[in-house]
Each structure stands twice: as structure tokens, then as C-alpha cells.
């Protein structure tokens, strides 16, 4: 697999997980409709990454690579076990935080691996994504 679709694949699977991670949450988020707001914008976003990802991908002749199974029964239930006594949108924001942090560290990480032999687009979609989950960060700390 070539460095486009690897770097393609990774952005695809990290907004995936975004995108699922908060249809899940949304509901929960009762509290606060500013917080809410704010949880159903970030989805939005990711939806749109996610899109962009798949039809990058579609242009080059190449498969998305989604989550396994298993992830997403893993992440559904840590969910639930993180959210079965506390739904209070600090307790919530600090979860989406772990997960953006996660997220800046490995696109990081991905940036670096894939420095050449990556286009610019893509690219471009990778520090978009790196950006979003750094502001998501940010954004939340005020839920805390």
C-alpha cells in the first residue's frame, strides 16, 4: 500500500472512531446545550473528514480500511463503563479530551512517518484533521 492510502486510511479510521464515539455520546449530553452544541459540531466535522478520506481514497482505486469489529465493540462498551454513573458534560468533555489528545499524538506521529511520498491533498486532509482534534482540545477545556 502506498503512503497516500496508508496516511488516507489512518484519517478515515480516526474520524470513523469520531464520528461513532459521539453519536453515542450526544444522547447522553443533557445538561448543558451549549456543551451539546459543541459535542454535535464536532461530529459534523469529523463526518466531513471522514467523507473527504473515503472519496480520496475512492479516487485512487482504494479500499477504506474501517474499524474491526472488535474496536468498535470495545470502544461502545468503554464508553458505557466511562458513562454508566456520571453523564455530566464535565466528565464527558474530559473523555472527548483523552481522545483528542490520543488523536494529535498520532497524527503527529503519522505526519512525521509519511513527511515524503504523500501528496500535498493528502496531506493537507492529515494537518486538517491534527488542527480539529488540537482545537477540540481546547474547546472543552471550558466544560472541565
Excluded at 27 to 47: I, L, T
Excluded at 93 to 119: F, H, P, Q, T
Excluded at 121 to 126: D, I, Y
Amino acid at each position: 500500500m502506498n503512503g497516500d492510502a496508508e496516511l488516507l486510511n489512518f484519517i478515515y479510521q480516526n474520524s470513523q472512531m469520531g464520528v461513532e464515539t459521539l453519536g453515542q455520546l450526544i444522547p447522553m449530553v443533557k445538561d448543558s446545550p451549549e456543551f451539546q452544541k459543541q459535542v454535535e459540531g464536532q461530529k459534523r466535522e469529523y463526518d466531513s473528514i471522514h467523507k473527504e478520506a473515503r472519496e480520496l481514497l475512492e479516487s485512487q482505486g482504494k479500499e477504506e480500511k474501517g474499524l474491526g469489529a472488535f474496536e468498535k465493540i470495545r470502544t461502545y462498551l468503554m464508553i458505557n463503563m466511562e458513562t454508566l454513573t456520571d453523564h455530566s458534560a464535565s466528565h464527558i468533555a474530559e473523555m472527548l479530551m483523552i481522545g483528542s489528545n490520543m488523536g494529535v499524538i498520532d497524527a503527529i506521529k503519522n505526519l512525521k512517518k509519511y513527511e515524503s511520498g504523500v501528496s500535498p491533498e493528502v496531506k493537507s486532509l492529515m494537518e486538517r484533521l491534527r488542527k480539529f482534534e488540537e482545537n477540540n482540545v481546547e474547546r472543552l477545556k471550558k466544560y472541565l
